[in-house]
């Protein structure tokens, strides 16, 4: 029994002394870390890499802080309560460069994981181009892969500095906002990985959303009390468009109404209103159900040694405003008559779209080239040195079928007493 | 070398080998000792005077024995003489019956000196009106029975003492037990008195298979042990092995099954209880109906159950009583539980100090925001914690009812308000010790959730130094070790390793009764068939059981 004890306790010991040995090496306390919540790069005059992150404080955030001094904070409490968050900045000719010197700057350990948007700033974009940025952030392992990769406009600095009392940290603000984007289908932000994989796709240009700073029309700078600054900064973020590019440089920007059109054109379309005139006066609103990628097809067409595009989108709407009164919702022949109407509106939205890739940028973001080579991939061998050429020339035959679902709880526009009655699509 | 000095020292601190039983003197007795095998060998003696003065000798110096001396029958009558323990026996008894028919009613059956040789047989048969009467002739039977409650007459003349059972004495009564409460199911416990414990079985198992065998144990206390179970669902060699294992126990006393437990069981090395402990009668007929094997031990009212596996552990009397929806739910519920009580704090030491990516961002900010200015690192104010609850827990169990509540109160302003506004520990440490305890009281049968609670601190030293792999690796290490284990011969984790599909139906889920047609594979070799097959009730259906399924 002795040597059955003795043996239990060698055991025991044998087994602390290999965790004592072989533990706790990678044992990192979440105190002891700075979690990196917003990552910005841009270029310096000098052409350098200027790295911003921006660190969580937590402590801030445990009293109850962030939103403390938002309303009431008058000059007396200057700026308010302590930020949630630090910003470290650092430069230099590679960004690894740049990360370990942000060590020398920050008491923490800076911590990648939960940084869930990258920043590019316009300037690198266009410049240098995003290659390196997006290599070194797909070699670390604590950068994810589903971390928004955004371009950004305007001056980081600022940028990175727009909270709300929402949110208070701009990290997440920027993340909240770009999760609404479903809502709207006019943004076209993508995700480090996807990002990746377009960019080294052959026949396929990268895109992303944009981050903007606009001011704000409803938080006023000026406090009650006179002289005194709120420590809100009176800013807005908005996510708007896309920034395409060509190859690893941005090419230009598109505008919302040319966002959709890309998304369209992507399958990504998830959601969002579209708006259209009646011919006989009045406005519809509809908003678009999950389209979807299954909804659309991209179709080259190869004939007579020609090329060009069959572009068909599929997607089912709800009625959701209608500015119109005496607009017989209830006929299917004015409901025939308004899909026509919006699928006139949608593919105007493509077409914006093809004019400003096609004409302008020259670049594919739509991914022609790859449903040339899907489709016909001898033909794409002989013209892929040339596909900028070809795409821009390219002829694009848009073709969009709608169906309204449903047209909400009423079923007749709403018509105020003595309101006059506007013509609408008429039946039949 | 090294490692072998110091183990070695190590060795050193451990328990010496205790010296032998016999070996150790009794120096509580200031007279002599009287010992079981010496008493053996003396028979009662023929004279009165003789056994009187011998048990004078032994018992007189107390002041709760009682010698009557009587005389029988006519004339100067024959020397006799009543003794018995006071408290231990039913005094109406001794007065109504015993002395009054061995006097009164002997005068008036004419007995006379000259019938000796034939009087103890006469006053048995005749004279004392008594249930359950026995002979005994040498003094270790005869002290045996003073001291169980008998009432010994002993009668000039004859070589044998009579002793009556005339046990009374002061018991509790059958109240429902404090362990295992239940909100619909029979309300009745064992109470310490093992009689009334058998009878609790035996009128819910009117079998006349359901045997009660009795065996004795302790040399000084000589408790009183039956097994119970059922002839023909019980494998037979189970019932040996139970003998077997219980004649082994040589102990000087027993006074809680719990030291028969410790005894009997198969791995005396390992946290894992193997034997089931209930206070509930209708638990232990469901179990003899399985075909396992029931240990009462007279003097408390816990009854050991043999062999247990882990699932049996998981189960509580009342899953069989609800509806089954609700049984299965529970059950998983308390996997759940058990779980958690055995990772959680792990899980977050692991979390917190290696595997921060696995946080959502969201709770990352709570968590860090909650862990800042905390001097300790997770593990140490994890360990702190789970002391402090631990200690709570304790002191609350030991406490009198009216200073628990206090105790209650400062652990819970100290612990759960001080602590965390003194930044010492943070708020999530709180709430993962309160739920790790509220786990661990999920558990229907206390024995499991100590287990649990013992393993969770290994459990944190391997999160703290390997993080997830260490926690992975710990749990594996117990999942062999109990994958290991047998309980009287039946796989620890039975339904599951070895597989036994057939009886998942009662350790995944609870299936309703009309399903659960099988007695446990691992148990029952025999009678395998529980009920009629097709039972499932549905309207109109006016098929007699067994009909369904194509007859058992």
Redesign the interface.
């Known amino acids: ?2 040597r ?3 043996r ?3 055991l025991l ?2 087994a602390l002394f290999v ?2 040995a ?3 090496w ?6 002891d ?1 700075g ?1 990196v ?1 917003l990552t910005s790069v841009d270029l310096t005059h000098r052409g350098k890499f200027c790295l911003r992150v921006q660190v ?1 404080v ?2 801030a ?2 009293g109850g802080g962030g939103a403390g001094g938002m309303a009431g904070g008058g000059a007396a409490r200057g700026g308010g309560a302590r930020k949630p968050y630090r910003h470290y900045l650092a430069e230099a000719d590679t960004l690894f460069e740049a990360f370990r010197d942000l060590t020398t700057k920050a008491p923490r350990r800076l ?1 990648f ?2 940084n ?1 948007v990258i920043l590019v700033g316009e300037r690198l974009a266009r410049e240098r181009g995003v290659g390196p940025v997006v290599d070194f952030f797909e070699r670390n392992p ?1 950068i994810r892969r589903d971390t928004w990769l955004l371009v950004a406009r305007g001056d980081l600095k600022e940028l990175m500095d727009v909270s709300s009392i929402l949110d208070p ?1 701009p990290g ?1 603000h920027i993340l909240g906002v770009v999760d609404n984007r479903d809502l709207s289908s006019r943004v076209a932000a993508t995700r480090l990985g996807d990002f990746v994989e377009m960019l080294e796709s052959p026949g396929r240009e990268a895109y992303t959303g944009v981050v903007e700073m606009v001011p704000s029309e409803t938080v006023s700078r000026i406090g009650l009390t006179p002289g005194a600054a709120g420590p809100d900064p009176a800013k807005d973020i908005r996510i708007t468009g896309a920034a395409v590019f060509k190859g690893d440089k941005l090419a230009g920007f598109l505008d919302n109404r040319e966002a959709r059109g890309l998304l369209w054109l992507r399958g990504e379309v998830r959601g969002g209103p579209v708006e259209f005139a009646l011919p006989g006066g009045g406005r519809v609103a509809v908003e678009i159900l999950r389209a979807g990628r299954g909804a659309v097809k991209l179709e080259p067409v190869l004939s007579e040694g020609r090329l060009s595009m069959r572009v068909r989108i599929k997607t089912r709407v709800n009625l959701v405003e209608a500015q119109a009164p005496g607009l017989e919702l209830d006929k299917p022949a004015v409901i025939y008559g308004l899909e026509e109407e919006l699928s006139r509106a949608i593919r105007g939205e493509v077409e914006a779209a093809l004019a400003r890739l096609q004409g302008e940028y020259r670049a594919d973001a739509f991914g022609f080239g790859e449903a040339v080579h899907r489709r016909y991939p001898r033909a794409w061998r002989q013209i892929k040195g040339e596909w900028e050429g070809y795409f821009a020339a390219l002829p694009v035959e848009v073709e969009v079928k709608t169906s309204i679902r449903r047209t909400g709880l009423i079923k007749k526009p709403l018509v105020p007493k003595g309101g006059d009655k506007i013509k609408g699509i008429q039946g039949g | 070398m090294v490692v072998r000095r110091v183990l070695r020292q190590l060795a050193r601190l451990l328990p010496k080998k205790k010296k032998s039983l016999q070996a150790v003197e009794s120096g509580v007795q200031w007279e002599k000792s009287y010992e079981a095998a010496e008493l053996k060998q003396r028979p009662v003696s023929a004279r009165l005077v003789e056994n009187v003065s011998f048990l004078n000798e032994v018992l007189g110096h107390n002041s709760d024995f009682v010698l009557r001396e009587i005389r029988l029958g006519v004339g100067a009558g024959v020397p006799a003489a009543l003794a018995y323990v006071d408290g231990l026996v039913d005094r109406a008894i001794v007065s109504d019956t015993l002395i009054k028919g061995l006097t009164l009613e002997g005068r008036m059956a004419g007995l006379k000196a000259g019938d000796a040789g034939d009087l103890l047989l006469l006053a048995k048969n005749f004279l004392v009106s008594v249930a359950a009467v026995k002979e005994a002739a040498d003094y270790f039977a005869l002290l045996n029975g003073l001291l169980y409650g008998e009432v010994a007459l002993l009668i000039d003349g004859e070589d044998r003492a009579l002793l009556v059972d005339a046990k009374g004495w002061a018991v509790r009564n059958i109240e429902e037990p404090a362990s295992e409460g239940l909100v619909r199911g029979p309300r009745e416990g064992f109470t310490e008195l093992m009689r009334t414990n058998t009878a609790l079985i035996r009128r819910r198992l009117r079998d006349p298979n359901l045997v009660v065998e009795g065996l004795c144990f302790g040399e000084r206390t000589r408790t009183q042990v039956e097994i119970v179970y059922i002839r023909g669902l019980a494998a037979p060699e189970l019932v040996q092995e139970v003998k077997d294992r219980l004649s082994r126990i040589h102990i000087d006393g027993i006074l809680e099954s719990g030291q028969i437990e410790e005894l009997i069981e198969d791995n005396p090395y390992t946290p894992f209880p193997q034997v089931f402990h209930t206070e509930r009668p209708d638990r232990v007929v469901s179990m003899l109906l399985e075909g396992r094997v029931a240990i009462i031990t007279d003097g408390t009212p816990i009854v050991l159950v043999v062999p247990a596996e882990f699932a049996v552990f998981m189960q509580a009397g009342e899953d069989y009583y609800e509806r089954y929806f609700l049984a299965t739910a529970i059950r998983w519920l308390r996997y759940i539980a058990l779980v958690t009580s055995l990772t959680l704090p792990s899980l977050y030491i692991a979390m917190t100090t290696y595997h921060q990516e696995m946080i959502p961002p969201r709770l990352l900010t709570s968590v860090a925001s909650s862990r800042e200015g905390i001097p300790f690192p997770a593990f140490v104010e994890a360990l702190l914690m789970e002391f402090f609850f631990e200690a709570l827990r304790e002191a609350g169990i030991r406490l009198p009812r009216q200073v628990g509540q206090a105790v209650s109160i400062v652990g819970a302003l100290v612990i759960g308000q001080a602590a965390v506004s003194a930044n010492i520990v943070s708020p999530l440490m709180v709430i993962v010790v309160a739920l790790t305890g509220i786990a661990s009281f999920a558990a229907p049968v206390f024995s499991l959730a100590i287990t649990m609670r013992l393993l969770r601190f290994p459990m944190m030293v391997c999160a703290a130094t390997l993080g997830l792999y260490g926690i992975v690796a710990g749990l594996l290490a117990i999942l062999v070790h109990a994958a290991g284990l047998r309980s009287f011969g039946i796989p620890y984790l039975a339904p599951l390793a070895p597989l036994h599909r057939r009886d998942l139906k009662d350790m995944l889920v609870r299936a309703p009764t009309w399903a659960m047609d099988h007695r446990p594979t691992e148990l029952v070799k025999g009678d395998k068939r529980r009920q009629a097959p097709g039972q499932v009730p549905r309207p109109g259906s006016r098929r007699p059981p067994g009909g369904g399924g194509g007859g058992a």
């Open positions: 029994m002795l059955g004890v003795r239990a306790a060698g010991l044998a965790l004592a072989a533990g706790c990678d044992y990192k306390e979440v105190e870390m979690h919540m969580l937590p402590a955030l445990a911590f994981a939960h869930q604590q940290l997440r």
